[in-house]
């Protein structure tokens, strides 16, 4: 097989891909049965197996062999569905795929919005002893825990926001920059006119700052928007471009998102898997509950990047296999 093989590479990136895409979500799938449900992972299947003993029971024997089966499933399926659907372009793939990494950056852009407005305004109302009055106090003491909070709190305003996010087709960058400038205003203002200052401010600060660098990556990946070293490579043809995108995504970009979810989430104590099973918060008592969910960001930022990778070699591809809608991300055709 050979990259101008049309219908046979046109089948081979498209199987690839989507094999790819479904990997990650089947990992992500995987960390949440481990760490959440307490079912065995394939590094407990291997350890059974070579012990003679034996380490697991036959019930979670069952429950690691049930998703591996789903796992090679959704494989064959994959396959299939390539050989059933060869009119869809290698385009089409990549389209979709951008698609489901700006779905992924939206429904977080709307959780860091809606989240940084209620974290702090339940931490105001909590240093300033207006919220037992508020809302009673078995609800104040419970609001002062950061699982309580990050339970009925965070988490139900993410489940809103995937629902927005689906609706609203606005990535936001620009709203959430000028909410990032507005807040470090209030802050100048409120310390040098009425020498008010609380930790939750930075603190929100911090958390839409960190948002907004890590979510828009990916975006600006597929808009051609990060900053290159164009001295050889904006005097190349197209397809000497598609050749560096495609090797340096495959080579480069995918192997940095696999290495963030592996090593983050690899086990309980991981260090960004280990914050969010803990609802880890700051030293500050009186800051914002939200520290946990900034060591979900780069998770965001992996899972979206990978997407977009997918997205990006399969339209470079595109230009080495002479596709008719073929086009660089980013770049006027």
Known sequence: MT?????????????????MVATVLLFLISRYLMFWLGVPGVDDLTEHLSDTEGTLSTGKLLQTGAFLAVSFIIFFLIIRWVKKTPQISLMDDSTRYAAWAAYVVRAAFWSIFLIGIADSVIS??????????????????NLDKASWRGTFV?????????????????????WLAL???????CIVL?????????????DLVRFWYAGLFLFASAYTLVEGGHVRVD??????????KAWINTFGSILLGLP????????????????LIGPIISFEMSQSGYGMYVKYLMAGFLLVFA???????VSYILSNIAILVHAKDAQIAGEES
């Not at 909410?179 to 205003?185: D, G, M």
């Not at 409120?190 to 930075?202: C, D």
Request: aromatic letters at 14%; a positive charge; glycine letters at 4%.
């Open 154 to 174: 965070h988490y139900p305003l993410i489940a809103i926001s995937l629902v927005i996010a689906k609706v609203s087709r606005s990535l936001g960058f620009t």
């Open 3 to 19: 990259i101008n093989t049309v219908p046979m590479s046109h089948r081979f990136w498209r199987s690839a891909s989507a094999m």
């Open 303 to 309: 899972v979206s990047m990978a997407f977009q990778f």
């Open 231 to 240: 001295v050889v490579y904006a005097s190349m043809s197209h397809r000497a």
């Open 179 to 185: 909410l990032v400038v507005i807040s470090e205003f």
């Open 190 to 202: 409120s310390r040098f006119i009425f020498s008010y200052e609380q930790a939750f401010m930075g």
């Open 256 to 271: 940095v998102c696999w290495i963030i979810l592996t090593m983050g989430m690899d086990t309980k104590q991981s260090s």
């Open 124 to 141: 105001f109302l909590r240093i300033e002893d207006f919220l037992t009055p508020l809302v009673g106090e078995a609800l104040s003491q």
